[in-house]
């Protein structure tokens, strides 16, 4: 039997996985359908005494712990990413889970696939700390401005009051108004242990920056605080996966689309695509460099600066997340600070 000349499919769904494995010239030699489970799908793939040369599986929720399993096995497992395989398997005129799996090794057969990087255990956990700190945030804003509606509809406005005094505003406002305080009470209780539970990811949040030697580098840079610096961290994982710092830019869906086609060529907005938690937090370190008070001044602004008077600011702030995209990659590749000003280059 040859040697690596099979290539599997595996289409994954909550509870199954189809697999369709294919050989050379593209001929189907099986067809499975097993648990979405790493150890089965592992143990049906090495059970057959096939020579695989390459497992597809496109990018998902249950992808990574899948391809951990695979790989830990020493199984040659290739995540492929979402929107490209979309589009090679969107010409299949019936959609099927295994005529997906089919399609895929297909794809894998022809080397016709973009790869993407699997997060390691440590990132996903950081990521779940930040998405997690997110989620709880939107959820107390979200009673808040609720709150805020609400009371205007009886002509109580709750006005310009911070995070601390907002509960006792309120619960001064709807103290003449009974049925109120019944109906709204139960949401300030809801939105105190939601702020309780908040402090406590934060503080989790903080004690992981602190403890973290690269997000205390990547903070020397204007306009990078702790979420700013764990995010950047839990999404770029490696930086050894990019192989110019140019790249992190359009990687992360901060350059311009460009259509091109005869005579036509247009150049668009930033193709947002990539990591939107990745995009948003530059875009906010960027508007702080650019737009705060606070700091000194550096080259890094300076240069945000000429291209809003050029520009706009609009434009200057998305400039400026995609060039400190790069120095923050600059930064954690060559295990150096910030540097302020051309004297600390030298």
């Known amino acids: 039997m040859s040697q690596h000349h099979y290539h599997v499919g595996l289409d994954i769904s909550v509870k199954t996985t189809a697999i369709c494995i294919v050989d050379a010239q593209g001929r189907v030699v099986h067809r499975a359908v097993v648990e979405s489970d790493p150890?089965?799908?592992?143990?049906?793939?090495?059970?057959?005494?096939?020579?695989?040369?390459?497992?597809?599986?496109?990018?998902?929720?249950?992808?990574?712990?899948?391809?951990?399993?695979?790989?830990?096995?020493?199984?040659?497992?290739?995540?492929?990413?979402?929107?490209?395989?979309?589009?090679?398997?969107?010409?299949?005129?019936?959609?099927?889970?295994?005529?997906?799996?089919?399609?895929?090794?297909?794809?894998?057969?022809?080397?016709?696939?973009?790869?993407?990087?699997?997060?390691?255990l440590a990132s996903q956990q950081r990521r779940l700390l930040l998405t997690s700190r997110k989620l709880l945030q939107r959820k107390v804003y979200d009673i808040e401005n609720d709150l805020r509606g609400q009371l205007r509809n009886f002509g109580?406005?709750?006005?310009?009051?911070?995070?601390?005094?907002?509960?006792?505003?309120?619960?001064?406002?709807?103290?003449?108004?009974?049925?109120?305080?019944?109906?709204?009470?139960?949401?300030?209780?809801?939105?105190?242990?939601?702020?309780?539970?908040?402090?406590?990811?934060?503080?989790?949040?903080?004690?992981?920056?602190r403890s973290d030697p690269i997000c205390r580098r990547l903070m020397t840079a204007p306009g990078v605080g702790p979420i700013v610096a764990l995010t950047y961290r839990a999404c770029v994982d490696n930086p050894a996966?990019?192989?110019?710092?140019?790249?992190?830019?359009?990687?992360?869906?901060?350059?311009?689309?460009?259509?091109?086609?005869?005579?036509?060529?247009?150049?668009?907005?930033?193709?947002?695509?990539?990591?939107?938690?990745?995009?948003?937090?530059?875009?906010?370190?960027?508007?702080?460099?650019?737009?705060g008070a606070r700091g000194r001044w550096n080259s890094l602004k300076a240069w945000g600066v000429a291209v809003a008077k050029r520009r706009g600011m609009q434009k200057a702030i998305v400039a400026v997340a995609r060039k400190l995209a790069i120095v923050l990659h600059r930064m954690w590749r060559d295990g150096v600070d910030f540097r302020w000003s051309a004297a600390q280059s030298a």
């Open 39 to 120: 150890v089965p799908i592992r143990d049906h793939l090495v059970g057959l005494g096939l020579a695989l040369s390459r497992i597809g599986l496109e990018a998902g929720t249950l992808s990574a712990w899948i391809y951990a399993g695979l790989v830990e096995a020493g199984l040659p497992a290739i995540c492929v990413e979402t929107r490209h395989m979309h589009a090679v398997l969107s010409a299949r005129i019936n959609k099927t889970d295994r005529n997906d799996a089919l399609g895929i090794a297909q794809m894998m057969r022809v080397g016709l696939f973009k790869p993407v990087h699997v997060k390691t």
């Open 156 to 209: 109580l406005k709750v006005g310009i009051v911070g995070a601390a005094g907002f509960e006792s505003r309120v619960r001064d406002l709807i103290a003449p108004l009974p049925f109120v305080e019944a109906v709204l009470v139960p949401l300030l209780q809801a939105r105190s242990s939601l702020r309780t539970q908040l402090t406590k990811l934060h503080k989790m949040l903080l004690d992981e920056v």
């Open 241 to 291: 996966r990019f192989s110019r710092s140019n790249c992190v830019g359009a990687h992360y869906g901060l350059t311009p689309k460009l259509y091109q086609s005869g005579e036509t060529a247009r150049h668009g907005r930033v193709s947002k695509c990539g990591d939107a938690l990745m995009r948003s937090s530059l875009y906010e370190a960027a508007l702080v460099l650019l737009t």
